[in-house]
């Protein structure tokens, strides 16, 4: 069911697995809490995920590989009394800020199940309880935890089996890491079609030969990637060497995918199916699809398709009016896919979700997504980017107001602008101040996760201004090169 | 050697590269970084790193990059 390079789960195990680890937790834990849950790149990472769930309660995935002040952060968010961790990250989680139990998956993974306390916890779940709460960036430079029930993930799970097909004979290969919203098809739909998900280790993507050897080796048939792992193994050529021979479905999700890559995988690999996936972690993951039929050529550009089953999607304008086809305005999304909002947080919570401007008879609530896009003559959806300052980054969702009220907290940086050079994919810092650059980056190394780490650092007298005083952002790109 | 140590000081500068020599095994150096770095080492040496240079023994340290530029360099 999972496998990585060092072991391997069947079913059964599994189901053991997270009875024993969901009866300690029962036993341990009030029903209904939020357990933090820190475990490396394994097979017993998701059986941590769904222990915690058999307990009655919900997970909050971290990643240890991210800086302590990035995990003290999102502790400091969710509040947990408990946290899971295996053995290997007992020592990274006693240097937190946490002052609850730390309980290690090693110790109590021979718990004797409780089917009685099981089935009680069970019967204390219902569909819109929380299932999970997964970190993402915030604009105000704290980490936005979105809470998603258990009936949102299946009705994605349910929508994106049936587009991608996916049965008991597909084996998936997983890259996101495991506390990242992309892992949820990795996780979620082997439990709920009988596939299988191997783990490939990270450093795997920084040699694509090795890469598509282990596609072949562990006879992988679908993927469901981000664009930039997708981009990776043709940028760097790996097809030159060699073809992943068992692939049949890749979905890829997360930015916009540059089609000069995806020609590369068409043109070797033809008969795969490939499928464009749009949506933001507050409507579970993705909210419309693209089979991509056409072959592509370096300029094209893929629309974002036609909404999944049980997504419903409007496109608003600015005075919360729905626009005339073919008009550019702000994607809405609703249905039961919809967040339960951010942790903790009603205020933002309340801002994002709000009720339908369009439907003044009952309660319809709707995620504004802050994307841009409009219909197409066949009704097709296309993309037009943001409306404000998020940016899609390595596949990974960035607040630049994030990285400049980090940047802000440095000694020696005055003032700061961040921008992002998307043909380059370089994420620019522009400062004031005397903080050389290294200083600069080595703080986002410890406070930030690495990929909203500053890859090009310009260091200016000051930061040029409109006539409205207002920061001149056209003439700081003209820094890009 | 001094050109190449600027690119990666540059690159990451949290990274000892004097001395590191698992920059990929231990995965020091992430896919990113990677992508980074082959693109500017093909513009800086007028080289073209190929796939199957892409292996861990060549960039797990500053001095088998170095080994590698030159190799190429030759060819």
């Known amino acids: 069911m999972f496998s990585d390079p060092e072991s391997s789960i069947t079913f059964a195990q599994f189901n053991d697995y997270t009875k024993a680890i969901g009866t300690y937790i029962a036993k341990t834990v009030p029903q209904g809490s939020p357990v933090v849950v820190m475990s490396g790149r394994h097979v017993m990472t998701p059986a941590c995920y769904l222990g915690v769930v058999r307990a009655g309660c919900f997970y909050g995935p971290m990643d240890a590989d991210m800086p302590t002040a990035r995990l003290n952060q999102i502790l400091s968010v969710i509040k947990a009394d408990y946290m899971l961790v295996d053995k290997a990250h007992v020592e990274v989680a006693s240097s937190l800020d946490f002052n609850g139990t730390i309980i290690v998956l090693e110790d109590i993974i021979d718990t004797q199940p409780d089917a009685q306390l099981l089935a009680e916890r069970e019967a204390s779940l219902i569909c819109t309880s929380p299932l999970y709460v997964i970190f993402t960036s915030g604009s105000t430079g704290v980490p936005k935890g979105v809470i998603t029930s258990h009936q949102s993930l299946m009705c994605y799970i349910d929508a994106v089996t049936k587009v991608l097909n996916i049965n008991d004979t597909d084996i998936m290969g997983n890259q996101s890491p495991l506390d990242y919203i992309a892992a949820i098809r990795d996780i979620y739909l082997p439990i709920s079609t009988g596939a299988s998900t191997f783990i490939i280790p990270k450093n795997e993507f920084a040699v694509p030969t090795l890469l598509f050897e282990t596609l072949n080796r562990e006879k992988i048939t679908a993927l469901c990637w981000s664009v930039a792992g997708v981009e990776l193994p043709a940028k760097l050529g790996a097809f030159d060497v060699m073809k992943p021979e068992y692939l049949q479905k890749l979905c890829f999700s997360g930015s916009v995918m540059p089609c000069k890559y995806l020609k590369i995988w068409q043109e070797n690999l033809p008969d795969v199916l490939y499928v464009n996936q749009y949506g933001p972690t507050e409507a579970t993951a993705s909210c419309t699809y693209y089979v991509v039929k056409e072959k592509v050529d370096d300029d094209t550009v893929l629309p974002i398709g036609t909404p999944y089953d049980n997504y419903k999607i409007l496109l608003l304008n600015d005075d919360n009016q729905p626009v005339k086809q073919g008009e550019t305005a702000e994607i809405c999304v609703s249905g039961p896919i919809l967040a339960l909002g951010y942790y903790g947080n009603a205020d933002y919570t309340e801002k994002a979700f709000i009720q339908n401007p369009l439907n003044p008879n009952y309660r319809e609530l709707i995620y504004k997504t802050g994307d841009l896009g409009s219909i197409r003559e066949d009704g097709v959806l296309e993309f037009h980017g943001r409306k404000d300052r998020q940016i899609k980054h390595m596949g990974h969702r960035i607040e630049l107001g994030e990285i400049e009220e980090t940047a802000k907290k440095i000694e020696g940086v005055l003032d700061c602008c961040s921008l992002y050079n998307k043909p380059k994919e370089h994420l620019y810092l522009f400062y004031t101040g005397p903080a050389t650059s290294k200083e600069i980056v080595l703080y986002f190394r410890k406070n930030l996760p690495a990929f909203m780490s500053p890859r090009k650092l310009v260091n200016l007298e000051a930061l040029p201004t409109l006539p409205n005083g207002k920061l001149d952002m056209q003439t700081l790109k003209t820094y890009f090169k | ?75």
């Open chain 2, 1 to 75: 050697m001094e050109e190449l140590m600027q690119i990666l000081e540059e690159l990451r500068p949290d990274v000892d590269f004097e001395n590191e020599t698992a920059l990929i095994t231990n995965g020091i150096l992430d896919s990113f970084d990677i992508v980074a770095l082959v693109g500017e080492l093909n513009d800086e040496f007028d080289i073209e790193i190929k796939p199957n240079n892409l292996v861990p023994e060549n960039f797990n340290s500053a001095k088998a990059m170095m080994a590698l530029i030159e190799q190429l360099q030759d060819e």
